[in-house]
Structures are given as C-alpha cells and as structure tokens.
C-alpha cells in the first residue's frame, strides 16, 4: 500500500496541525501522496477539500486510512470496501479483528495497529 497506493482518504482528518491524524496526512502528501480528507464537517485541509463521507469522494480512493476509535473503524473498512478502495489501513492503537477479517475475505488488503511513519522507517 504504501508504494503502490497514491490517493488515500484519511478518516477524521481535521484542520488541527496538533493531532496526529493531520501530522501522518502531512508526511503522506511529501511522500508525494494525494490525501482525502473524510469529516463530518468536510474541511478543506493542507490544501485539499474534505468530503463528509467516503461515499461522497467522486474519484477513486486507494487506501481508506482510518484515524478513529476501535469501536468505529469497522464501518470505515466496511465502507472502503463498497468504494472499491485497494486497501484499509487502520492506524496505531486501532484495532477490529472482526472487520479485518471481513475485509480480508473479500480481497481487499487490510493493516491494523500501525503507522505510515513507523512502516517507512522499518522499510529503509
């Protein structure tokens, strides 16, 4: 995903510079990624116009990259997979074997509990 993926949705991405969904977005897009940002409130962030669902992006999603609790991210990955996203990426500390498993089955790859960041430098 992260060679191969070049538009990535990022779920809860806010316009606030402090949270680490916004930090991980911003290191996306200077690894020469295009970032989606998918909120309720569909900011416009790091230059980029936000959407309140992924349902609502009208071009094609590689990577649906999930910023929210456990207990939500099941419905992104479920809803990445209706999009035909290429992959799921749930972020570090996100878990939800259930959904992995579902999205899984159904061809599409999925990663839980990590990171962009921590994967580039592992593969350096």
């Known amino acids: 995903m992260l060679n191969d993926c070049e538009t990535w949705a990022v779920v809860g991405l806010s316009g606030n510079p402090h949270r680490t969904a916004y930090e991980i977005a911003e290191l996306l ?7 989606v940002p998918i909120h309720p409130d569909a900011p416009v962030v790091l230059g980029e116009q936000g959407y309140a669902t992924l349902a609502d992006v009208p071009f094609a999603i590689d990577v649906v990259d999930v910023f929210r609790r456990s207990e939500f991210a099941g419905q992104f990955a479920d809803e990445a997979v ?3 996203a290429k992959g799921v990426w749930l972020q570090l500390g996100v878990i939800d074997a259930q959904a992995f498993e579902r999205v899984t089955s159904s061809s599409t790859p999925m990663v839980m509990d ?3 960041a921590i994967e ?5």
Do not use: V
């Open 114 to 116: 990590t990171c962009p």
């Open 120 to 124: 580039w430098r592992r593969a350096r």
């Open 82 to 84: 209706e999009i035909g």
């Open 29 to 35: 897009q200077r690894r020469g990624k295009k970032i």
